[in-house]
C-alpha cells in the first residue's frame, strides 16, 4: 500500500480555522512586542527608573512604557523590580496613585468629559476595567467589602435508638 503523506483535512469550519490562525498571529505579535528590543540589556539608571513610575502612576501601560524608544524591554524592568524589594514596593506605590487618578478618569469618562472616547459601551468597559484594577492595586479603598457572618451552632447529640426506634 503506498503511504499517504496528504494531510488530513481540518474538520473545523473554514471560518474557525482562520480565527485560530488570525489568534497564532497575534500572539506572535504579542510576544515580540512584550520581548521587546534586540541587544544588550538596558542598565539601570534612578532617573530610567524615576520616569517608569512616574508613568505608571499617571495610569500608563507598562506595556506602553516599555515600547517606547529609549525604554527598557518589559522583561527587563521586571527583573529589576524582581530583584530589588525596593524597586517592587515602588511599583506598588505607584499602582495605587494610579488607582486615586483613575477613579476621577472613570468619572470624567463615564459622564462624557475629556477621557470619554465618545462611545458609551467603550467607556464603560474601560471603566469596569479601571475599577477592577483599583480593587486589586488598593483593595482597602476600592475592593469589595466583604461581611463576615459569624454563626454559632449548638451540637445536639441523637439518642442511640432515635434513628432506629420509633423516632420523637
Known amino acids: 500500500m503506498a503511504e499517504n503523506t496528504s494531510p488530513t483535512p481540518s474538520r473545523k469550519p473554514k471560518a474557525q480555522q482562520l480565527m485560530a490562525e488570525l489568534a497564532r498571529e497575534q500572539n506572535i505579535e ?6 521587546g528590543k534586540v541587544g544588550q540589556p538596558t542598565k539601570f539608571t534612578q532617573e530610567l527608573w524615576d520616569e517608569i513610575i512616574d508613568r505608571l502612576a499617571a495610569c500608563e501601560n507598562i506595556a506602553d512604557i516599555c515600547a ?90 441523637l439518642p442511640g435508638d432515635a434513628i432506629d426506634g420509633e423516632g420523637y
Open 68 to 157: 517606547d524608544d529609549g525604554m527598557p524591554s518589559f522583561y527587563t524592568v521586571r527583573k529589576w523590580w524582581r530583584a530589588n524589594p525596593d524597586l517592587k514596593r515602588e511599583v506598588e506605590e505607584a499602582w495605587i496613585d494610579a488607582s486615586y487618578f483613575m477613579h476621577y478618569v472613570n468619572d470624567s469618562m463615564l459622564a462624557g468629559g475629556a477621557m470619554s472616547t465618545g462611545d458609551f459601551k467603550r467607556d464603560a468597559e474601560r471603566a469596569a476595567n479601571n475599577r477592577w484594577f483599583m480593587a486589586k492595586a488598593n483593595r482597602r479603598l476600592f475592593g469589595d467589602k466583604v461581611q463576615v457572618d459569624v454563626v454559632e451552632h449548638k451540637v445536639f447529640m
Open 30 to 35: 504579542i510576544v515580540a512586542a512584550a520581548k
